[in-house]
Nanobody, 124 residues
Framework: QVQLVESGGGSVQAGGSLRLSCAAS????????VAWFRQAPGKEREGVAS????????YYSASVKGRFTISRDNAKNTVYLQMNSLKPEDTAMYYC?????????????????WGQGTQVTVSS
């Protein structure tokens, strides 16, 4: 059974930083994309960052580029999202997703496996 477990969310003031982790069990990240999405209340799920696990090619949405960094640790089978210079508009539930082999790598429909999410709240 595939499980993606996110951790690292919390509350932080604007300008602060958080690092999210996504650990996989029952699944080995390989020649696929792993991504972070977020969803704020009343809004659609938005892709923020994606990484191709074997080559570490990365992709970011315009709203987070330059502030967020996605990375991976092969040995730990874990993907990270380092979030710096956080803004109140970054407040959302953040989800990890995996299992995409190509296509629109920041589109939710591209991914097969999803975690339960971790809440990030940024206060002004």
């Amino acid at each position: 059974q595939v499980q993606l477990v996110e951790s690292g969310g919390g509350s932080v003031q604007a300008g602060g930083s958080l690092r999210l982790s996504c650990a996989a069990s029952g699944y080995t990240y390989g020649a696929d994309y792993v991504a972070w999405f977020r969803q704020a209340p009343g809004k659609e799920r938005e892709g923020v960052a994606s990484i191709f696990f074997t080559t570490t090619n990365t992709y970011y949405s315009a709203s987070v580029k330059g502030r967020f960094t996605i990375s991976r640790d092969n040995a730990k089978n874990t993907v990270y999202l380092q979030m710096n210079s956080l803004k109140p508009e970054d407040t959302a539930m953040y989800y990890c997703a995996a299992g995409a082999r190509g296509g629109l790598v920041l589109s939710p429909g591209t991914y097969i496996y999803w975690g339960q999410g971790t809440q990030v709240t940024v206060s002004s």
